[in-house]
């Protein structure tokens, strides 16, 4: 048995935000309609008609609130959200650390101009092996064993790694926590969803505010991915961050 997911965040500087307001204006949930969206579009690819006609962004904002209050609102909390066949929704939450700074600056980082930001990139890898394009590629559930076996290839251990993906045809899909963007030619490319990718609701904010591209060149492949390439991580609980590529031998 599975369940469709999406995680997003509760942190209370998102309502400074104009760009995360929803239908009831600011918002301390990180594009929580976006998290609607995508609920609703796996319901519809995974057959689960019961579960689209349940749904409804009032009743999944509450769901979401009930629970931060539950907690105690006064921190940040990574929000996650299962959806069942039935239309059931569980909502938990973990503590993380709250944003200091607009979580989509660093989308607007061009390598070629300026100077690295002061924080740490994250350790980007590169999969020593395929993962075949699926429905459980191209939509969020709680079946992750694919992601899973690609974070143990690459021995991740920490939050500040990361593993990037590739389907059969050597095309780069995703990483395994985050949609990625190479720096290519003086902008962000991204692979469409046709490799296999999951369409991320950060990455389809970033694509409606034209920050980032879709690569329908094919440029982004194994072949052409190299040491130290910078990487734009994009998801919807840590926003924006920057990895670099490390080859490992």
């Known amino acids: 048995m599975y369940f469709l997911l999406s995680s997003t965040r509760y942190d209370k500087i998102l309502r400074q935000f104009e760009w995360n307001n929803d239908t009831d204006g600011p918002s301390p949930f990180f594009l929580l309609g976006y998290h609607f969206d995508r609920l609703l579009d796996a319901s519809e690819q995974h057959g689960w008609h019961v579960a689209k006609r349940s749904l409804s962004y009032a009743y999944l904002k509450e769901k979401c609130r009930e629970k931060v209050e539950r907690e105690g609102n006064d921190q940040a909390f990574k929000v996650r959200i299962t959806l069942s ?3 059931e929704i569980e909502v938990t939450v973990s503590p993380v650390v709250p944003f200091r700074t607009d979580p989509m600056g660093l989308a607007r980082f061009n390598p070629i101009l300026d100077a690295p930001p002061e924080d740490s990139a994250i350790t980007v890898h590169l999969d020593s092996k395929s993962t075949p394009s699926s ?23 920490s939050p500040t790694s990361e593993v990037v993906l590739f389907n059969d045809n050597l095309e780069i899909t995703e990483a395994s926590i985050s949609n990625v963007s190479f720096f290519r030619a003086g902008h962000w490319l991204t692979p469409t969803t046709s490799t296999g990718c999951l ?31 910078w990487v734009l991580l994009s998801n919807g609980v840590h926003g924006c961050r920057l990895g670099r590529i490390t080859m490992v031998q």
């Open 199 to 229: 369409p991320g609701v950060l990455r389809k904010w970033l694509l409606e505010k034209k920050v980032i591209d879709e690569d329908y060149d094919k440029q982004l492949t194994t072949v052409v991915i190299s040491e130290g390439d």
């Open 135 to 157: 429905l459980f590629t191209r939509t969020k559930t709680t079946y992750r064993v694919l992601y899973d076996e690609a974070r143990a290839r690459a021995k991740i251990v």
């Open 85 to 87: 066949k039935e239309g």
